[in-house]
């Protein structure tokens, strides 16, 4: 399936361009909706910001980085009253910001284009499904231009809408997640109950049980590495308390309350996001105070921004290329439990085969039929469309700030390079509280408002 759905994007791709070879490769791939391989190609593009951001990190490129405009201009023009950026230490922290910032600034831009759209009729479809060139071409030069920035409170301030952008990604990160537990322990409980195969419920066993198991070595390794005998206190009250909440959250899922009205409803969900949950707890540790933030000795490392990507930043990639991909896939079903999925992903069947999306230069209808050649990419928004392409937009731009942080540790201008940044360990935890609420009010809506519908 993952095969068939990269080349739907790769379709789109050779598609785009009018020569032989292009047109033998479109002919090649498998057709597909036009809603699945546009935000495919959405999520290619935000990958590929995401390598060339991590690239600009690579110890390598650290002394021709500090030949761009804005580390001279921050070295050569003193600002009064502000701290000086030094650009022997930050340059790279300091290009991921500009680069994120221009994506970002793209998605926006797309968000405000496409509002209001509600079918691939609209004259402004052809924007959101088409001028791919284009689109790569804008965002190269909108980090070209980026670059020309100078420092000044640029960092400072571009860190605070990081910050907000990066707490509301995670929020919609949960929602992703929660969609995707429910929706693997739906189909698994389903292909049991079809099948009666042992081996559906002991996968089913086995997932759960590791994913229980990592979450309970993760909150041990916390205590050791993120606590001390005498002091970290709060960090101990984060990990205890973000493990009193897991606990409660998994022993409501298997209320026979919650079970009377979701009986596919259970432990493994409640591993999954139990997981995450403490992903998230040690990723808010990570920029507690210097002595409890697991580094040895209660001691900064040598300051330089290539030491920050350590693990939590690499699981963190992952899991946001995880969702990212997700989003661009999965479409909103009858196992989606929070309205608000709906937006992120598409509907399920919706739209139409309106019209078909084909590059046929110089042909007839005739010699089409006859070779019995169809278009790759379908147009199945004509009636209405797939999925909301301004919160669509709105998620990946919220994805590029998060991205950016993540990348950058949550790096505060401010700090010298130090993880130490206690505004960013409070949206963190924060965050993780709020996912174990929405993953409760999963469970327990249902029950609470038995007239109204959760599906």
Request: glycine share 8%.
């Amino acid at each position: 399936m993952g095969a068939v759905l990269g080349l739907c994007s790769a379709a789109q791709l050779a598609c785009c361009c009018g020569s032989a070879a292009c047109s033998l490769c479109c002919s090649a791939c498998p057709s597909c909706a036009n809603s699945t391989s546009t935000r495919l190609m959405y999520a290619v593009m935000l990958l590929l910001v995401m390598i060339a951001a991590c690239i600009t990190l690579a110890p390598g490129l650290q002394n021709e980085l500090k030949k761009v405009p804005f580390c001279e201009n921050s070295t050569s023009v003193p600002i009064p009253g502000d701290l000086k950026v030094d650009c022997n230490n930050a340059v790279g922290y300091l290009a991921v910001y500009r680069i994120c910032f221009a994506a970002c600034l793209f998605f926006v831009l797309m968000a405000l284009i496409t509002i209001g759209v509600k079918s691939s009729k609209d004259p402004r479809a052809g924007i959101q499904n088409g001028f791919w060139g284009i689109k790569y071409l804008l965002v190269i030069g909108g980090i070209i231009g980026a670059f020309f920035i100078p420092e000044g409170q640029f960092a400072s301030t571009w860190m605070v809408f990081g910050m907000i952008g990066g707490f509301c990604f995670i929020v919609i990160q949960l929602i992703l997640i929660i969609d995707f537990a429910h929706t693997w322990a739906e189909t698994w409980v389903s292909n049991y109950e079809e099948s009666q195969s042992r081996g559906w419920y002991a996968a089913l066993l086995c997932a759960m049980l590791t994913c229980f198991a990592l979450a309970l070595t993760g909150v041990v390794l916390l205590y050791v590495f993120y606590t001390k005998s005498s002091g970290c206190d709060l960090s101990k009250f984060f990990i205890s308390f973000n493990l009193i909440l897991v606990l409660i959250a998994s022993g409501i899922s298997i209320l026979p309350s919650v079970q009377e009205r979701q009986p596919r409803s259970g432990l493994l969900q409640s591993s999954v996001v139990s997981l995450y949950v403490i992903y998230l707890t040690w990723s808010a540790l990570t920029n507690a105070s210097a002595a409890c933030n697991g580094i040895t000795g209660g001691q900064e490392k040598e300051p330089t921004y290539w030491s920050s990507f350590d693990k939590q930043s690499i699981i963190g990639l992952v899991i946001w290329a995880c969702s990212v991909l997700y989003s661009s896939i999965r479409t909103a079903s009858s196992s989606s439990k929070i309205t608000m999925s709906e937006h992120i992903l598409a509907k399920e069947g919706s739209g139409g085969q309106g019209g078909l999306i084909a590059n046929e230069e110089g042909g007839d209808g005739g010699e089409a039929g006859r070779s019995g050649d169809e278009p790759k990419v379908f147009d199945n928004e004509g009636e209405g469309v797939a999925y909301s392409w301004t919160f669509f937009h709105v998620v990946f731009a919220l994805a590029t700030l998060y991205i950016m942080m993540t990348l950058t540790n949550w790096y505060n201008p401010r700090s010298e390079l130090s993880k130490e940044n206690m505004a960013s360990m409070w949206i963190k935890i924060t965050s993780s509280w709020l996912c174990v609420g929405l993953y409760i009010w999963t469970l327990v809506a249902p029950a609470l408002f038995p007239n109204r519908e959760f599906n």
